[in-house]
């Protein structure tokens, strides 16, 4: 008698056999796998498949597979890269009115830094619960929540009588149910919809997030001169709010189901120890980079126009350089990507934030005009493709199914980062009357996140070594990936 082995308990799902559906409609049913034995020579699947494909077990089905690196992916592609340069409009746009409010208001340059700092704060807060969200209802849900949280952000903001109601406006309506909805799940998304260029995808995702930069400063400041910054504000609230809740309807579709692997194979091991560490303690790593080097990253963007104005260059020039510094961080952001699909994301982050370091040390020798737009394009292409890195680090070594909420939690250390480090640079310059000392906190942070990204890149090649020997003597243990296209014939109960 054969003897009969337990090798996992798997849950997939199978194909609607209706082929008539276009892409972007076509669904996958759910399959339960109640059992997985070896039986002699070929292993036997012992399934239970849903009967109806009008199965209320999920709320909305999801695609299949043949959808993944597809003509429909790409095409929700674009419209998420709207869907993010409409949502990160206010991430900017606070920046170039900051001179304005600082003088409307009467505060100090710290207090007038303070709508950033809490648009940050709840723009992370607010992705780990969108991407939980995301997780569960998909992303069109928490789009539409984010549409009305962008308008309402901007018509309050418009209207605030007093900074502190200025920067309540920004950090729960702007950030905590606006923007947040617009980074980390997308990405998060973005990644599920792609295997074979995963990493340009996500980069092309993310530079929307760049792309508002370098279109809303300019859009802002021309508002700003003409009409004033109120008006500014409710224009765009309806333009972003009313565009977002739009494209939205077009992301109805969930994304295919991640692939399972089975317990025990080299893929499966990869995700539960991420880096040889545990979950928590690689989520927890990766957390601490996003906070350091965003700190780093806020003095260029948050203060470039409080900075030019203060040389005597005008908040014009500011937003010039602000919006070139973007531009070019979306060319970094496309270039890193493809990087990223060939060395990994642990080598790009590593590779992002020591440019990011060189670009930072350059603010401090040189304050000329034509030096500074130099200094900001270089910026811009040297540190534009670290973010987009956590994500693709995140679906290299987490498990996909937590994509959401695991991206989202990195993004979330990533804003509070940016949040901490626009504050603290306003500190700084309110307490020494210079930039200079802000620069070079930014370095020291930077110092810390490039560590980080060695360390774990040491990590990385020391897993690889191993799994490179075992692979050698033929020792490593485990089992395929298997997916619905690869599973051996199943029995259906």
């Known amino acids: 008698m054969r003897r009969r082995q337990a090798v996992g308990i798997l849950a997939v799902r199978r194909p609607r056999t209706d082929d008539s559906q276009p892409d972007g409609k076509r669904e996958c049913l759910p399959a339960v796998i109640l059992g997985f034995f070896n039986n002699g020579s070929e292993p036997v699947l012992i399934a239970l498949t849903a009967p109806s494909t009008h199965s209320t077990l999920m709320p909305r089905r999801h695609a299949c597979d043949d959808l993944i690196d597809s003509t429909y992916a790409f095409r929700r592609l674009l419209v998420t890269l709207a869907i993010m340069t409409l949502g990160s409009s206010c991430m900017y746009v606070v920046a170039v009115v900051l001179p304005a409010v600082q003088a409307e208001f009467g505060v100090s340059r710290s207090d007038a830094s303070l709508p950033y700092t809490l648009l940050m704060i709840g723009f992370g807060v607010g992705g780990v619960w969108m991407g939980r969200f995301a997780d569960r209802f998909g992303v069109q849900g928490s789009l539409l929540i984010g549409s009305a949280g962008i308008l309402a952000g901007f018509v309050w903001a418009g209207y605030s009588g007093n900074i502190f109601s200025f920067a309540l406006a920004h950090g729960l309506m702007l950030g905590l149910l606006g923007a947040s909805t617009t980074f980390a799940p997308l990405l998060a998304d973005t990644s599920l919809w792609w295997n074979k260029r995963r990493g340009i995808a996500v980069a092309i995702c993310a530079s929307g997030n760049y792309m508002a930069g370098a279109v809303w400063p300019t859009?802002?400041?021309?508002?700003v001169?003409?009409?004033?910054?109120?008006?500014?504000?409710?224009?765009?609230?309806?333009?972003?709010?009313?565009?977002?809740?739009?494209l939205s309807l077009l992301l109805r579709q969930r994304p295919p189901l991640a692939r399972v692997t089975i317990a025990g194979s080299t893929h499966a091991l990869k995700t539960e120890r991420p880096f040889g560490l545990s979950v928590g303690r690689a989520q927890a790593l990766l957390c601490?980079?996003?906070?350091?080097?965003?700190?780093?990253?806020?003095?260029p963007q948050v203060h470039i126009v409080a900075y030019c104005t203060d040389l005597g260059f005008g908040p014009a020039r500011g937003a010039e350089m602000l919006s070139l510094m973007l531009a070019c961080g979306i060319v970094s952001r496309l270039v890193?990507?493809?990087?990223?699909?060939?060395?990994?994301?642990?080598?790009?982050?590593?590779?992002?934030?020591?440019?990011?370091?060189?670009?930072?040390?350059?603010?401090?020798?040189?304050?000329?005009?034509v030096s500074l737009y130099g200094i900001s394009a270089m910026f811009g292409?040297?540190?534009?493709?670290?973010?987009?890195?956590?994500?693709?680090?995140?679906?290299?070594?987490?498990?996909?199914?937590e994509a959401g909420r695991r991206v989202g939690a990195v993004i979330m250390a990533t804003l509070l980062g940016m949040a901490l480090g626009g504050w603290m640079?306003?500190?700084i310059f309110?307490?020494?009357?210079?930039?200079?000392?802000?620069?070079?906190?930014?370095?020291?942070?930077?110092?810390?996140?490039?560590?980080?990204?060695?360390?774990?890149?040491?990590?990385?090649?020391?897993?690889?070594?191993?799994?490179?020997?075992?692979?050698?003597h033929g020792a490593l243990p485990g089992t395929p990936i298997i997916s619905h296209n690869t599973l051996p014939q199943s029995k259906s109960i």
């Open 225 to 246: 001169t003409t009409i004033g910054w109120r008006q500014t504000y409710l224009y765009m609230g309806l333009v972003c709010g009313l565009g977002m809740a739009l």
């Open 381 to 401: 292409l040297f540190q534009g493709g670290i973010v987009p890195s956590y994500a693709i680090i995140v679906r290299e070594h987490f498990p996909p199914q």
């Open 336 to 369: 890193s990507g493809a990087i990223c699909d060939r060395i990994g994301g642990v080598r790009t982050l590593l590779l992002g934030s020591a440019l990011q370091g060189v670009a930072l040390l350059m603010f401090l020798p040189f304050n000329g005009l």
């Open 430 to 472: 309110d307490l020494t009357g210079s930039y200079q000392v802000a620069m070079i906190n930014g370095v020291l942070w930077n110092m810390l996140n490039l560590s980080i990204a060695g360390w774990l890149f040491w990590r990385v090649r020391n897993q690889e070594r191993v799994q490179a020997q075992a692979h050698a």
């Open 288 to 299: 601490v980079a996003g906070l350091a080097c965003c700190v780093a990253m806020a003095m």
């Open 425 to 427: 640079s306003g500190k």
């Open 219 to 223: 859009v802002a400041q021309y508002g």
